[in-house]
């Protein structure tokens, strides 16, 4: 048996794939080479909000390019598309349209925003400093943001992360959030979480359900 398993170490890449967190994450979610290529992912969906007393349900599209740019349009269910409100976010600064009239957003707004679409693009494993956090674990870092920590199943599939980000209130703390992964949707190879729960302070926050998923690729 030693002798085997030291013939399966000297195969190039054949246990470093399975052994290693990163690569085994980036397998699981559909191999390094896609995962590269991904110059902006989109979905449509529902959400549910908690930042408050009752609950409220949205209608959701967002398109997401990696630490660069977002888009996100969102309409309480109850009301419709007519509703909707959109939020804009480019690398120096963001805005939002609520019924026809755009309104720059403030910095401090600008720089909450921008660190939560952040952490969708850490999802994608790429254009970030990545690093094993024990043999379950991935810890994604990128200049000008807030690090992530990524908790991995046996296969590597992502399952939850810890993430601190920038408050929309500069008098407040900055915001801990624990996000919860659970489900599959596949786009041209991309295997990505169906439903995203947010917890901040031990609260849920935000539940995101994923009905379609687009990516597009360089």
Known sequence: MIGGAAALATMPGAVFAAADPVERAMAAMGGRALLQSV??????GTAKILDGKTPQDFGVETRIEPFSRARSQTWPLSEGRAAM?????????????????????PPERARYERE???AYAYMLLA???????GRTG???????????????????????AEYSAAPSDPAGKPLAEHFA?????????????RKIMITRDNRLYLSLTIDDLGIETR
């Open 39 to 44: 110059r902006a992912i989109s979905w449509t």
């Open 85 to 105: 409100r959109t939020v804009m976010i480019e690398r120096d600064g963001g805005f939002e349209v609520v019924n026809g009239a755009q309104t720059p957003l």
């Open 127 to 133: 254009g970030t400093n990545l690093t094993a956090n």
């Open 181 to 193: 992964f659970s489900g599959s949707i596949t786009a041209t190879g991309l295997k990505w979480p």
């Open 138 to 160: 991935v810890e994604g870092q990128r200049a000008g943001y807030p690090p992530i920590r990524f908790r991995l199943a046996p296969d590597g599939r992502l399952t939850g």
């Open 116 to 118: 939560q679409f952040a």
